[in-house]
């Protein structure tokens, strides 16, 4: 299991890794949400465990924006705001647990390892299109039935394409899905996805056309 752990305090943090560690569970700890949030983009995580007295912003809106990109990701929270209202408000606002400083690891560890279970049990949509497979809930890929590391994006861009029923996708849409409307995006981000694509699948991965935009190189198995 691999689990992301947003904690501002290096102490608590280092102390959270060394002791989920020794329950088979590897932790990426992060100190922002800043961080947390390129995190989240860039790799795939079985679940998130959150404080909420971050410095560049509060928990509860970071949960909010991590939630809607990933809608399937346990959440637990872990923070010194131990009133029943705090404990309400983090479920009600999208957390799967709530856990109150100061706790035991051991606990922490058998909660989450409960929360990837019940997620894991849940239907997991599946994508085949060629020699390719994706399950854009979980972020795991599959090339020529090998496991294929990919980044979040890369795996929501692969979605798109292979469920566009061989149309063909203009960057501006495909930015619209990847990224949203308010989200501001480099010009050239679009273009290092499908240039990391294309390195880890084969240039014909992609298919690109002038005027038209871009469409998988596979149809979709169905």
């Known amino acids: ?20 560690n020794k329950h088979a569970i590897a932790v990426h700890h992060v100190c922002t949400a800043f961080e947390a949030e390129a995190a989240q983009i860039n790799d795939t ?24 990109f990933e809608p399937c990701l346990p959440v637990l929270i872990l923070s010194a705001r131990d009133a029943i209202e ?47 497979r994706l399950e854009p809930s979980s972020g795991l890929a599959w090339f020529h039935n090998d496991p294929l590391t990919l980044s979040r994006r ?5 979605a798109h394409l292979a469920t566009s029923d061989g149309r063909w996708m203009t960057p501006d849409t495909l930015n619209e899905r990847l990224y949203g409307l308010n989200e501001k ?11 990391n694509i294309r390195r880890k699948l084969g240039a014909e991965s ?17």
């Open 1 to 20: 299991m691999r689990v992301l752990l947003v904690e501002d305090d290096e102490l608590i943090g280092r102390a959270i890794v060394a002791g989920l």
């Open 45 to 68: 995580f079985h679940a998130l465990v959150l404080d909420l007295g971050l410095p560049d912003r509060d928990g509860m809106e970071l949960l909010a924006t991590m939630r809607a």
């Open 86 to 132: 705090h404990r309400l408000t983090g479920l009600e606002g999208g957390a799967d647990d709530y856990m109150v400083k100061p706790f035991d690891l051991r606990e922490l560890a058998a909660r989450l390892h409960a929360l990837v279970r019940r997620t894991q049990g849940r239907a997991t949509q599946t994508i085949e299109a060629g020699p390719l």
């Open 154 to 158: 890369e795996v929501d861009l692969l």
């Open 185 to 195: 995006v480099g010009s050239n981000a679009l273009n290092v996805h499908i240039h």
């Open 206 to 222: 992609i298919e690109t056309a002038r005027g038209l935009g871009y469409r998988l190189g596979w149809r979709l198995i169905v």
